[in-house]
């Protein structure tokens, strides 16, 4: 096993299912199905969660009426909603699962300390990273990004709706091309609409792989860990 110790990055949509928002417990079931199979191959997982099926701070900000400040506190807060049901749902499956929160709130969760999160992947736990980095004016992309570089993950893989990155939006063209590879500086160009600049710039600081993939698929987790890359696009 190439990948011992990786970081999974969820989007929070994917956990609102068909409804669009909230949280389907049929989707969190699956998504600690999928990591399972992980841990029971040995590899340490670090798992951060967006929180978009809650409230984003753009959106939450944008008739005036609450600061963005505030907004994205708001959701970082959904951040630990979403990482309180995924811990459930990861213990539920029989794992053993801690959560970190950037932001203190110690009857929830421990707060993030790098060398408590490293300690507990090597002991085979899975640690949830929730709250975002703690500040506002960043994404969960980046915080996923900034955790999975700190923790010493081999690679953070993005599991999304689509199985990589395109020259195009493939909802919108029929014809896009599917990239199964790109630089850096590539996806920066192009400002590929799975990962933003920022935490594709973290990235590259520190040479950390981004695999994009599609999460619905199942067994692509472990698959791309054992080294099959047809269902995924790598920017390295
Ligand atoms: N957020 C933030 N700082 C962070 C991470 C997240 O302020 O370090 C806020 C921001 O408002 C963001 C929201 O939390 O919109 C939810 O995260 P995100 O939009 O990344 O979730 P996703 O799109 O992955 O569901």
Redesign the pocket.
Known sequence: MANKRVLVKF???ALAGEAGHGIDTKILKYIAQEIKTLVDAGIEVGIVI????II???TAAQDGIIKRTS??YM??L??VINGVAMQEACEHAGMQVRMQTAIKMEQIAEPYINRKATRHLEKGRVVIFAA????????????ATLRAVEIGAEVIIKATKVDGVYDKDPAKYPDAVKLPELTYDQALQDHIKVMDDTSIALAKDNSLPIIVCDMSKQGNLLDILNGNMSNCSIVK
Not at 132 to 143: L, S
């Open positions: 989007s929070g949509e967006g929180g978009g099926n984003r701070g753009v907004g994205d959701g970082m959904a951040t975002g980095t703690g500040n506002p004016f960043f994404t969960t992309d980046t915080a």
